[in-house]
Nanobody
Framework: QVQLVESGGGLVQAGGSLRLSCAAS????????MGWYRQAPGKQRELVAR???????NYADSVKGRFTISRDIAKNTVYLQMNSLKPEDTAVYYC?????????WGQGTQVTVSS
């Protein structure tokens, strides 16, 4: 079992920045992938960025060059630095972990970008 605690969402003006954090606990040694998804009202949940252990990060085309995902292994935490935010980035952001063939999700954190 893996538990995830997210923080860092909020309201920001277009062009601003936010950083999301997701701390993992529990069976952390089997985690193979950590990442972030988002879901806007009326839309499906979509991948934002993910990082595979010992691998390179992947980004959705819509956030490339603006968002950066990073992982602090010592703190069991994954971060999402979001710069140059746009109103279309407004969504609930979910931390995701894949471990032992099981998907784990955080509780979600709201990010709202005003124009």
């Amino acid at each position: 079992q893996v538990q995830l605690v997210e923080s860092g969402g909020g309201l920001v003006q277009a062009g601003g920045s936010l950083r999301l954090s997701c701390a993992a606990s529990g069976d952390i040694f089997s985690i193979s992938t950590m990442g972030w998804y988002r879901q806007a009202p009326g839309k499906q949940r979509e991948l934002v960025a993910r990082i595979i252990t010992n691998g390179s990060p992947n980004y959705a085309d819509s956030v490339k060059g603006r968002f950066t995902i990073s992982r602090d292994i010592a703190k069991n935490t994954v971060y999402l630095q979001m710069n140059s935010l746009k109103p279309e980035d407004t969504a609930v952001y979910y931390c995701h972990v894949f471990s032992r063939l099981v998907n784990y999700w955080g509780q979600g954190t709201q990010v709202t970008v005003s124009s």
